[in-house]
T-cell receptor, first 115, second 116 residues
C-alpha cells in the first residue's frame, strides 16, 4: 500500500526566510510519481510539480526547489526567500502503477509567512 | 483556471438528505476522479471513471455513488447525509490515453458541502 507522510503540520516563518517542507513516501512499486500541490486560502488545489521515480534530478523553479532522494524515500520542497503570498497548505502526493492514476495525499503542511 | 468545472460551489443541506455534485472535465479528458477533503480524513480518493465506466474505487461509502455520462460529465451522489460528510469535494480530470506515462490530473475548484 502506498503512504505519504508530512510530519510538519504547521510551519510559521517570517518573510524572506527560507523554509523546507518535508515529505516521506512509501510504495512497493518501482515506478511511481510524486507531486506537490498548493492549496491557498481560497481552497483550490494548484499543481506545482511532478517527478517520476526514474528522475532523481533536483529541480528549481524560481524561488521553489525540490529535492528527491530515493535512498530516503523523501521528496522535500524548499521555498527560498518566502513571501506572504506563499502562505497556504502544501500537499505532497504519490501515484504508483498499482494504484492506477489515483493520488494518495499526505496530511498537508500549513505554511504561514508573516510580514 | 484548470478547465475543470464543478457545480455548485457551495451546498448547505440537512442530515438525511441527498445531494448531487456535478463535474465537467477538461475538453478531451476521458477520466474523472472524485476526492474528498475533510478535517478528519484529509484529502482522499473516492472513485474514478474512465469513458463512462468505473475504473478504480477508493474509500467511498456505500451511501455515495457516482456516474459518468456519455458527454463525459460526472455526478457524485451523496445520500442519507451525516454531519461527518461535510467536506470539500474535488473533481479532477485527465486524458488517460494509456501507456506508461503518467497522465496529469487537473483539479476543479471544489464543492463545499455543509451538512447541518
Amino acid at each position: 500500500a502506498q503512504k505519504v507522510t508530512q510530519a510538519q503540520t504547521e510551519i510559521s516563518v517570517v518573510e524572506k526566510e527560507d523554509v523546507t517542507l518535508d515529505c516521506v513516501y512509501e510504495t512497493r512499486d518501482t515506478t511511481y510519481y510524486l507531486f506537490w500541490y498548493k492549496q491557498p486560502p481560497s481552497g483550490e488545489l494548484v499543481f506545482l510539480i511532478r517527478r517520476n521515480s526514474f528522475d532523481e534530478q533536483n529541480e528549481i523553479s524560481g524561488r521553489y526547489s525540490w529535492n528527491f532522494q530515493k535512498s530516503t524515500s523523501s521528496f522535500n520542497f524548499t521555498i527560498t526567500a518566502s513571501q506572504v503570498v506563499d502562505s497556504a497548505v502544501y500537499f505532497c502526493a504519490l501515484s504508483d502503477r498499482n494504484a492506477g492514476n489515483m493520488l494518495t495525499f499526505g496530511g498537508g503542511t500549513r505554511l504561514m509567512v508573516k510580514p | 483556471d484548470s478547465g475543470v468545472t464543478q457545480t455548485p460551489k457551495h451546498l448547505i443541506t440537512a442530515t438525511g438528505q441527498r445531494v448531487t455534485l456535478r463535474c465537467s472535465p477538461r475538453s478531451g479528458d476521458l477520466s474523472v476522479y472524485w476526492y474528498q477533503q475533510s478535517l478528519d480524513q484529509g484529502l482522499q480518493f473516492l472513485i474514478q471513471y474512465y469513458n463512462g465506466e468505473e475504473r478504480a474505487k477508493g474509500n467511498i461509502l456505500e451511501r455515495f455513488s457516482a456516474q459518468q455520462f456519455p458527454d463525459l460529465h460526472s455526478e457524485l451522489n451523496l445520500s442519507s447525509l451525516e454531519l461527518g460528510d461535510s467536506a470539500l469535494y474535488f473533481c479532477a480530470s485527465s486524458v488517460d490515453v494509456g501507456g506508461p506515462a503518467y497522465n496529469e490530473q487537473f483539479f476543479g475548484p471544489g464543492t463545499r458541502l455543509t451538512v447541518l
